[in-house]
């Protein structure tokens, strides 16, 4: 860190305290903290400032109370010289860093007298009511030190909050509230000028005011946990006891309103740093206790960037991941799934500290676990309640941000005012490694940890609060790892002029050592699955911060593989890879029905196979070894496969329900002819006694009416027809329902059954989720699902069944140019293998033989874009798109 600027922080924050009356705490008369440069001598201050002031100074005690900072406690007589006038001659001289009040100090109460804090078992476990003592974050700890509010400089601390609005009459959050006490409400002017008019309240991106009020029933139990007021004799408190709730607005389920929700926070950070703090905010964090499930950042990556952009300013962002067991690595989420280093991704934890079945996990994604299901907060309509899901698990994190920036260290908020993007990363540095370890998180998150929130205030207190002007390496990892070779890397703060590495084989008496000045090291020579480690000392102008080590493996070794997935799947077989293991020679496969006694295994030489003869419609589980040149590891543990081709309504098809339906349920569902009034059912509702005629080509009307017990809330309605009967309603067109919008109302429309839907029994489904959009095979926190038997009625049907002579698979879709195509040929017909290029032009024409293949067809030598694939006989034809990238 520039010593200037710390001095320059420190002389400017000493003003601040003179010219500024101290109404916040009592101090002790007569006295005076202050604080020399390293080389001033205080005798000669104390005789310059008694020859000019002509009042006598006392050195208390003789000597510095703090040798190492030139700190001193002075005494002189109060009634001989106004402490504020003696302030402000001692700080208009050259040596003097920063001068202050002796304050008084009271013992705090960490636990707040909010008459509800009891219930807040997430700040302080004590094990009643089927708790686990101690599955907490260790608030009344950090309270000790801090309760939010203001930084050590004096900025006040914003919390960013985008959801659907805030109770603005409840009465637990007193002046906790954000204002834009630049802008003048409701006289129709951009005040400020920051391009947003009338934002004195906050800002709603669906109708551009402060109108902020009128729904919050997911918003005001989320602002709560980042900031209910604390220790004001009312209800509860939240993370913070005191800190601004910037309110922002987005009820739109889109990423065009994510867009603009995340754009008000951001520049009213960009203002605040620009203007010195004049204008603006000092926005530390958001929160976003919503998102997109399984979707993909590679196709959103505006939304992906935006967390770089906020980062760059300075916000650090947190994002609620799915509310289903789901491995977001794999399947995708939004926005948790993300790779901005300036996103902290968060999954729901319980009072037993253990992970919440029904939430999301991914060792690369998801950074660490908050407390949220049963946690206890304000509600709506001037209430309170139990809240949960990640959604409630999500602002202990981002609150912890707010209440970290409030820390007794001057020294990291005036580097924050110089690097705000490197002190979000630091912040974020902290949130992580301040984390209770736990078993239910091993390996499935980033950390395997759990939030510990006075854990994390001991991290920023190692910083050097006093003023270092060297700061530690940080983001040390090993990338392009593999049996031979690696890529050390790391970053560090500015003020760094070099770094000494030490790196070599853990356990080896010596080790490598370089000096450079660059942020990477590539090591050659290594062997094969052994540990190594390397050590990072940043060095500065004058000094060198504390070494920062990391230790890892070569590849190489014998494991197990790992991501073993399903590429496509046929009513008689199933294709699978997995991820290529270096020391593999081959690999051996074994699979049994689901029912079976016995294993089938087959050694496969690469890192794939297509298992055939299977059975349609039926289940089997498949495990996977690694065959080394010495050793067999043992099998992964069971991949189940479903192969397809089950008929009717009675399929298997994928489960969706929700785990709570007491508050909210499906009341009745018309559709067509179906009508079903069923109430509450626990979550799922399966009718198989209602079998009802609906015809291909032919328009249906349908109504869907929500329950509630006490109050309503705003339900996310979707519905599904398996049209083509293979057992999902994962086809183009079988989405028949998408409310767009959640609403506490009825909801209606009207759909048209498929021209080619197929005959015979089918399923219909009707989810019914609280607040957000669902999937088809989703399990949820609140609402229901019904499921439904129907008859599907095609008089012109001649669909292709798929044990026709041409039925066929082609895979990987999309893919790089080489494909597999597998198709039967029972009857040994002469079949026609034609590919056509987008503009219907033949490129390929050739016969395929026997009766049973799997055929290459290779399109490497062509240009990236979409083809169609075509096989025919004499008796049918199919066609299938094909996309190469």
């Known amino acids: 860190m520039n010593k200037l600027l710390l001095s320059i922080a420190f002389i400017l924050f000493s003003t601040i305290s003179v010219f500024t009356q101290d109404f916040s705490a009592e101090f002790v008369e007569g006295e005076l903290l202050i ?17 000019q002031t002509k009042v006598a100074l006392k050195i208390l005690g003789g000597k510095a109370i703090v040798p190492s900072m030139n700190i001193y406690n002075l005494a002189f007589d109060k009634e001989s010289i106004a402490i504020d006038r003696l302030l402000t001659i001692v700080n208009a001289h050259e040596s003097v860093l920063v001068v202050q009040k002796n304050h008084k100090i009271e013992w705090r109460a960490t636990s707040p007298n909010d008459p509800s804090y009891s219930s807040q078992w997430q700040y302080y476990n004590d094990g009643i009511n089927g708790a686990v003592a101690d599955a907490d974050i260790d608030a009344d700890d950090a309270w000790d030190i801090t309760t939010g509010g203001l930084t050590a400089l004096g900025d006040t601390i914003v919390v960013c909050v985008i959801d659907d609005g805030i109770d603005l009459n409840h009465g637990d959050f007193g002046d906790n509230l954000w204002v834009n006490k630049f802008e003048i409400p409701n006289n129709n002017v951009d005040d400020d000028n920051n391009g947003y008019v009338d934002d004195y309240l906050g800002w709603n991106v669906n109708n551009n005011t402060d109108v902020i009020d009128g729904n919050g029933s997911h918003g005001t139990p989320v602002a709560g946990i980042v900031g209910a007021k604390g220790n004001n004799s009312v209800g509860v408190t939240g993370v913070n006891w005191n800190v601004k709730l910037m309110i922002v607005v987005m009820q739109g389920a889109n990423e065009a309103n994510a867009l603009a929700a995340y754009s008000y926070p951001l520049d009213m950070r960009k203002r605040y740093n620009s203007s010195g703090g004049a204008d603006g905010a ?19 990556p505006l939304w992906c960037n935006m967390y770089d952009t906020l980062g760059k300013y300075g916000i650090l962002n947190c994002g609620a991941t799915i509310n289903g067991n789901e491995n977001v690595d794999v399947i995708g989420d939004l926005p948790t799934a993300c790779p901005s280093e300036y996103l902290i991704s968060v999954t729901n934890m319980n009072s037993a500290d253990v992970k919440v079945t029904s939430a999301g996990y991914g060792k690369i994604h998801i950074d660490l676990g908050a407390h949220g299901e049963g946690t206890y907060t304000t509600a709506d309509n001037n209430s309170y309640g139990g809240f949960g899901g990640t959604s409630g698990a999500t602002p202990h994190v981002t609150g912890a941000i707010a209440l970290l920036y409030s820390a007794p260290c001057p020294a990291f908020i005036t580097y924050s005012k110089a690097y705000p993007d490197s002190a979000a990363l630091l912040m974020r540095k902290f949130i992580l490694d301040g984390i209770d370890s736990l078993p239910s998180l091993n390996n499935i998150t980033a950390t395997g940890g759990r939030l510990n929130l006075f854990n994390s205030v001991s991290e920023i207190l190692s910083f050097d609060c006093a003023g270092s002007d060297c700061f530690e390496a940080f983001s040390l990892t090993a990338k392009n790892v593999t049996d031979t070779s690696a890529t050390l890397s790391w970053n560090s703060f500015g003020g760094t002029m070099s770094f000494t590495l030490a790196y070599g084989e853990v356990g080896a008496s010596v080790w490598d050592t370089v000096t450079t000045s660059n942020l990477t090291l590539d090591v050659q020579g290594l062997n094969a699955c052994t540990d190594y480690g390397f050590t990072v000392i940043a060095n500065c102008d004058t000094s060198s911060a504390e070494p920062r080590s990391r230790v890892y493996r070569t590849d190489g070794c014998c494991l197990p593989p790992s991501a073993v997935s399903i590429d496509s799947i046929s009513p008689a077989w199933v294709q699978l890879s997995w991820e290529k293991v270096t020391a ?23 890192n794939n196979y297509l298992l055939e003869a299977l059975d349609s419609c039926s289940e089997y589980e498949v495990q996977i070894a690694t065959v080394c040149s010495d050793s067999t590891t043992a099998f992964t543990a069971s991949l189940q496969i479903n192969t397809t081709g089950c008929k009717g309504c009675e399929s298997a098809f994928c489960e969706s329900f929700g785990d709570n ?35 291909a080509d032919s328009t249906y009307n349908l109504t869907f009416t929500p329950g509630f017990a006490f109050f309503s809330f705003d339900e996310y309605w979707k519905a599904w027809i398996d049209f083509n009967l293979d057992g999902d309603f994962a086809d183009p067109g079988e989405l028949i329902f998408d409310v767009g919008a959640a609403t506490e109302n009825p909801v209606s429309s009207s759909f048209t059954v498929p021209s080619d839907a197929k005959n015979g029994s089918s399923r219909l489904r009707v989810s ?31 669909s292709i069944e798929p044990n026709t002579p041409t039925a066929f698979s082609l895979f990987p879709n999309p893919g790089k140019g080489i494909y597999s195509i597998n198709f039967r040929n029972p009857n040994k017909l002469v079949i026609r293998l034609k590919v056509f290029d987008s503009l219907g032009r033949i490129i390929k024409n050739e016969e395929l033989q026997g009766n049973s293949s799997l055929y290459s067809l290779d399109l490497s030598d062509r240009a990236n874009g979409v083809y169609y694939v075509g096989i025919s006989s004499d008796v049918s034809s199919q066609l299938i798109k094909l996309i190469k990238h």
Do not use: H
């Not at 206790?289 to 196709?299: A, C, E, I, L, T």
């Not at 609280?770 to 019904?786: I, Y």
């Open 282 to 300: 000092f926005v530390v964090s958001t929160n976003a206790s919503w998102g997109v499930d399984f979707g993909q950042p590679s196709n959103a």
């Open 35 to 51: 604080q020399l440069d390293r080389n001033a001598d205080i005798q000669e201050l104390t005789s310059a400032i008694e020859s």
């Open 584 to 606: 593999a020679i081959s690999y051996d496969l074994r699979f049994k029905a689901i029912d079976g006694i016995g294993w089938t295994t087959i050694n496969v030489p690469d």
């Open 768 to 798: 019914m989720r609280f607040n957000n959009s669902s999937t088809e095979c989703l399990q949820f926190n609140f609402g229901e699902v019904e499921d439904y038997c129907i008859n599907l009625i095609n008089e012109n049907s001649n």
């Open 661 to 695: 339906s007491s508050d909210e349920w499906i009341e009745s569902v018309v559709i067509g002819d179906v009508s079903n009034t069923s109430g509450n059912n626990n979550g799922y509702y399966f009718i198989d006694s209602l079998t009802e005629d609906f015809y």
